[in-house]
């Protein structure tokens, strides 16, 4: 078989049955009665030892094939969940992880000796009842009677099953329809042999006896479930009149072709770049639009409308759910409890949220080294919490929410809090700040001090992490696609990071603003309003400008002033953007706002994206660049 042809495929599904087994295991962790968890990761074991076998990768099918055998003992009642038994699961998992990484490398995969060695102890000492009937799989038995334990349930069927001639796993296939039916009822008669199957023979035709309680319609809405299966037949057979013909309904149904297409997200990238291009290219071709023959003028129209709708489209494909970042932390939170002995409940909010796929990528490391913060530095051991008055249990929450037009995502810990009187201790002792200046900073400011590179009031390294080591990875990683982050804590109550993102760092409404001759794009999402006004009517309350609105002062900053700008101009009127933040009124002065515009906007790279109020640059046509400025940053720096 030419693995090669195969491999990106085996590699996808395999991570997806990776992915299922591990939230399966995190469920049973919670409930060990969890029926469905049970037979989910029962069925993803089987799918995978079914798959590695037609691949020929036999030490990720034998780990496959003993995670399977545990939960058929677990199934049986012979074997029951405990931490240690979840810890060897969760193993196994990490191994069949690692063998992915492995072969999508083209490396050699081990034998996994010592994990398999392990797992079988385990089971070995479960024996199994001698007397139980076996369902033999030859052919020399198809004729069998019916085990007495089948009696007790309603309908007796005859199923066959067409697996498709171009199906890259017909095998697992067979293995995955075996898997889903031997859960609801009980199986007989099953070809072609299990053993066969299990060695990666190919098998486009399935046919089994079924017994169970359920109708036709379950039958044929389970076959529904499974890919690849060209066409299936159900047949009604009596108990008592097996082998005597009758009239039967047989039901066939054509599957159809799923409405979901895997792309690999380099190709999508790659289709996005050139509709990108395709997109500024248009741009410049709409300013000609003028000089175009009046025939021509409905096609320029025409035509950019459907670039724009094909931008928006693919743009659309690039969404992601932000779950997806979060998959991973569940378990971290329960490994790293584990390890530092505390006990660390992990809740999330807001994982349907769509984001773009840039946006999500950016998050995953902050993420991490705030969760990992939390569960080192945040979260106590059990004893000291209930010594504080606090539930042994700690909480680390992520939240995340839509707020005008960016991600808001916030991640809470019930631990100790992040100690103040330290912070400032640490950045005077290593001369980050001068002892005078550090005691009048607001505790906000005090707080960003442990967003410095290398800033940590730990005076060992641990090895999970420090309260401040990574936090200047946070940092840059944010404000690297025009986020922010802002720190709050209590004492003995806990800390709460803010991270503000936006949705997308692709496409955006603009206000397109001028100072002194210079142009500027202003993203108009976090903007409520703009005004025009004279410059007289600019007040100042302590030297800073401010203005009223509905009898509420509204502060200001001039953009020429923050950006160090000479401004040369002799206008006696200005424009202002106002954004909320908050609840509160504040916004920057420009000269004027020249025009609306939808812009492509691109990150900074290194070094520009070490500039403070800029969030990218928007590509105009004839390959002119727009600075985009971030409001927000202007506005809280």
């Known amino acids: 078989m030419d693995n090669d042809k195969y491999l990106q495929l085996f590699i996808e599904e395999s991570e997806e049955y990776i992915h299922l087994m591990n939230d399966c295991i ?62 060897v699961l969760f193993e196994g998992i990490d191994i069949l992880k690692k063998g992915i990484e492995l072969v999508s490398n083209k490396k050699q995969l081990p034998d996994y000796a010592d994990y398999l060695e392990k797992m079988h102890n385990i089971t070995s000492i479960q024996e199994l009842d001698q007397n139980e009937p076996v369902v033999s799989n030859t052919e020399n038995n198809k004729s069998q009677e019916i085990d007495q334990r089948a009696q007790d349930f309603k309908y007796k069927y005859r199923i066959e099953v067409n697996i498709t001639t171009d199906s890259a ?75 005597k013909e009758k009239e039967f309904t ?42 175009l023959p009046y025939s021509l003028l409905k096609t320029s129209t025409d035509f950019n409308l459907l670039i724009s709708q094909l931008f928006e489209d693919i743009s659309k494909a690039r969404l992601l759910p932000f779950g997806a970042v979060l998959s991973i ?24 949220i769509l984001i773009d796929k840039a946006i999500l990528e950016h998050l995953i490391d902050p993420l991490v080294h705030i969760v990992r913060n939390a569960i080192d530095h945040g979260i106590e051991k059990p004893e000291e919490r209930i010594q504080n008055g606090k539930s042994q249990e700690g909480v680390i929450s992520i939240n995340a929410q839509r707020e ?10 019930d631990g100790k809090g992040i100690d103040l009187k330290r912070i400032r201790e640490v950045a005077a002792r290593k001369g980050i700040v001068s002892e005078q200046k550090v005691q009048q ?25 420090g309260r401040g080591y990574g936090m200047d990875i946070v940092k840059a990683k944010i404000e690297s696609i025009g986020g922010d982050i802002k720190v709050e804590t209590k004492a003995r109550i806990g800390t709460k990071i803010i991270l503000t993102v936006p949705l997308t760092v692709s496409i955006a409404d603009t206000f397109i603003v001028s100072i002194d001759g210079n142009n500027f794009a202003v993203p108009m999402s976090p ?36 950006l160090e700008i000479p401004d040369n101009s002799t206008r006696k009127d200005c424009s202002v953007l106002l954004v909320e933040i908050n609840e509160k009124l504040k916004g920057i002065i420009v000269d004027e706002v020249v025009e609306q515009r939808r812009v492509i906007i691109k990150s900074l790279n290194s070094p520009l994206e070490m500039l403070t109020y800029y969030q990218g640059a928007a590509i105009l046509s004839k390959g002119r660049i727009l600075p985009v400025i971030d409001i927000l940053k202007v506005l809280t720096y």
């Open 26 to 87: 995190l469920a049973l962790e919670k409930n060990a009665d969890d029926i469905d968890a049970i037979n989910q990761f029962y069925r993803g074991a089987h799918s995978i030892k079914g798959m590695a076998a037609t691949m020929g990768y036999n030490s990720m099918k034998d780990v496959a094939h003993e995670l399977e055998s545990i939960f058929d003992l677990v199934k049986k009642k012979k074997l029951m969940f405990e931490t240690n038994l979840f810890n």
């Open 169 to 243: 796993f017909p095998a697992a296939r067979a293995m995955v329809i075996y898997s889903k039916f031997s859960t609801a009822g009980h199986i007989a008669n099953y070809y072609p042999p299990l053993e066969d199957i299990a060695k990666g023979k190919p098998c486009h035709f399935v046919s089994f006896d079924f017994i169970a309680d359920l109708n036709q319609s379950d039958i044929e809405k389970i076959l529904g479930e499974i890919s690849d299966i060209e066409h299936f037949g159900v047949l009604l057979v009596p108990f008592e009149t097996e082998k």
């Open 250 to 291: 047989l039901s066939v149904e054509t599957k159809q072709i799923t409405s979901t297409l895997k792309i690999d997200s380099k190709v999508l990238d790659s289709i996005y770049n050139s509709v990108t291009e395709l997109y500024i290219l248009n741009e410049e071709f709409q300013e000609y639009k003028n000089q």
């Open 329 to 352: 932390l569940p378990r971290m939170v329960r490994d790293l409890g584990q390890k530092e002995q505390k006990i660390v409940k992990f809740i999330s909010k807001g994982e349907d």
């Open 404 to 413: 005008s037009g960016h991600l808001k995502v916030t991640i809470i810990d």
């Open 441 to 465: 900073m607001t505790p906000e400011e005090v707080l960003l001090l442990i967003t410095l590179p290398g800033f940590s009031t730990v005076s060992a390294v641990s090895e999970i992490s």
């Open 527 to 562: 903007i409520i309003k703009t005004m025009c006004l004279q410059k007289d009517e600019i007040h100042y309350v302590q030297s800073e400008p401010c203005m009223v609105i509905d009898g509420n002062p509204a502060y200001l900053k001039f953009l020429s002033r923050v």
